[in-house]
């Protein structure tokens, strides 16, 4: 189930599932208007998936009273930092509460990661784990890097990132002013859109105006894959608290399916994945990110050497035709009983 093609709905619910119809014996039905559904209808299902936000719970119920198995997913932890963008409105939701009463009714959870899951299985014995993962024959991950002069280092994300880009407040004045990288790079800001919260981004990536920044305007979840052709290096900034540490590790795995070296936190979810100087600059202390990012301005055969290297290590593991062999295995062992 699905209400709009962000990047949860894509990567946790479309791409597998037309994957999964595609590749084995699966009939899918992919639909956002399932509480419309009367009851003969859903009784024609072997097993209902959804979103953990996107299923009512009296549907929910009647799902349950006619013996259809279900399995949740869950893409994020259930209890947002207080600096979230989301986390008044997660308050008065009283969203932690109703996340962990659903746990303990689904019969079958799912999760990004391994972390979340242990999370999860707290309060549900069934929980699978199903990697966010990248079919590299799709359009939208095809690779045609774009060439440039300057050096371009690029931050490519959503709306709730602020204390992530506030991490890197001081690099574009250390950039600016430095005489060995001053007029040879390019600092960029994908995903931008006027009006709102990236507004905020510009002004701590460009030193409220102080310094040149390109900004990219907002694309959908189907298209903003594409920004990796036009940069040349990845920032990944993460603050370390337990809601970031159950992310996926999908802003390394679309970094290495183009073969981007990426400068990144030193958190889960990323640790286990990067190993420092072999497929990433791994960010230490605050003063990391703007000696890394000159190091990778004014070495390009590191630049090629980090990007083949993390290629190498997601391409196998988060190949989303492989992925979906296990997904198989698991909807015919739920459904077999």
Same mark, same amino acid.
């Given at each position: 189930m699905y209400q /709009?093609?962000?990047g949860c709905a894509l990567y946790r619910q479309l791409a597998p599932h037309d994957e999964l119809a595609r590749s084995h014996d699966?009939? #899918?039905? #992919?639909? %956002?208007? #399932?509480?419309?559904?009367?009851?003969? +209808?859903l009784k024609s299902f072997d097993l209902i998936q959804f979103h953990k936000n996107l299923l009512e719970i009296?549907?929910?119920?009647?799902? &349950?009273?006619?013996?259809? +198995?279900?399995? *949740?997913?869950?893409?994020d932890y259930w209890v947002l930092p207080s600096n979230h963008l989301l986390y008044g409105f997660s308050k008065k939701q009283n969203s932690e509460r109703i996340h962990i009463g659903m746990l303990r009714q689904f019969d079958y959870v799912s999760a990004s990661t391994e972390r979340l899951a242990k999370e999860c299985r707290k309060y %549900?014995?069934?929980?699978?784990?199903?990697? %966010?993962?990248?079919?590299?024959? &799709?359009?939208?991950?095809h690779v045609a890097p774009t060439?440039?002069?300057?050096?371009r280092i690029g931050w490519i994300g959503g709306a709730c990132h602020l204390p992530d880009i506030q991490l890197l407040k001081k690099l574009p004045h250390k950039l600016y002013w430095d005489h060995d990288v001053k007029d040879i790079y390019e600092l960029q800001l994908f995903g931008y859109a006027p009006g709102g919260i990236k507004d905020h981004y510009a002004n701590i990536l460009n030193g409220d105006e102080k310094?040149?920044? =390109?900004?990219?305007? /907002?694309?959908? *979840?189907?298209?903003?894959t594409?920004?990796?052709?036009? =940069?040349?290096? #990845?920032?990944?900034p993460l603050v370390k608290d337990k809601f970031n540490s159950m992310k996926s590790e999908l802003k390394i795995v679309e970094a290495g399916f183009f073969s981007k070296p990426v400068i990144c936190s030193d958190v889960h979810p990323y640790k286990d994945l990067l190993i420092h100087g072999k497929n990433a600059l791994i960010v230490k202390n605050k003063n990391d990110w703007f000696r890394y990012a000159k190091q990778l301005i004014l070495e390009p055969e590191l630049r090629l050497e980090l990007g083949k290297n993390l290629h190498?290590?997601? &391409?196998?593991?988060?190949?989303?035709? +492989? =992925?979906?062999?296990?997904? *198989?295995?698991?909807y015919r062992d739920i459904i077999n009983g």
């Amino acid at each position: 189930m699905y209400q /709009q093609v962000n990047g949860c709905a894509l990567y946790r619910q479309l791409a597998p599932h037309d994957e999964l119809a595609r590749s084995h014996d699966f009939r #899918i039905e #992919i639909t %956002n208007v #399932i509480e419309t559904m009367d009851d003969e +209808k859903l009784k024609s299902f072997d097993l209902i998936q959804f979103h953990k936000n996107l299923l009512e719970i009296t549907t929910f119920h009647r799902i &349950k009273k006619l013996g259809i +198995k279900t399995i *949740a997913d869950f893409d994020d932890y259930w209890v947002l930092p207080s600096n979230h963008l989301l986390y008044g409105f997660s308050k008065k939701q009283n969203s932690e509460r109703i996340h962990i009463g659903m746990l303990r009714q689904f019969d079958y959870v799912s999760a990004s990661t391994e972390r979340l899951a242990k999370e999860c299985r707290k309060y %549900n014995d069934n929980v699978y784990v199903f990697p %966010n993962s990248i079919n590299p024959e &799709k359009n939208q991950y095809h690779v045609a890097p774009t060439l440039s002069t300057p050096v371009r280092i690029g931050w490519i994300g959503g709306a709730c990132h602020l204390p992530d880009i506030q991490l890197l407040k001081k690099l574009p004045h250390k950039l600016y002013w430095d005489h060995d990288v001053k007029d040879i790079y390019e600092l960029q800001l994908f995903g931008y859109a006027p009006g709102g919260i990236k507004d905020h981004y510009a002004n701590i990536l460009n030193g409220d105006e102080k310094y040149p920044l =390109t900004m990219f305007r /907002q694309e959908d *979840a189907y298209t903003y894959t594409q920004f990796y052709n036009y =940069t040349d290096i #990845i920032l990944v900034p993460l603050v370390k608290d337990k809601f970031n540490s159950m992310k996926s590790e999908l802003k390394i795995v679309e970094a290495g399916f183009f073969s981007k070296p990426v400068i990144c936190s030193d958190v889960h979810p990323y640790k286990d994945l990067l190993i420092h100087g072999k497929n990433a600059l791994i960010v230490k202390n605050k003063n990391d990110w703007f000696r890394y990012a000159k190091q990778l301005i004014l070495e390009p055969e590191l630049r090629l050497e980090l990007g083949k290297n993390l290629h190498d290590t997601v &391409k196998d593991k988060f190949d989303l035709r +492989k =992925t979906t062999e296990y997904r *198989a295995e698991v909807y015919r062992d739920i459904i077999n009983g």
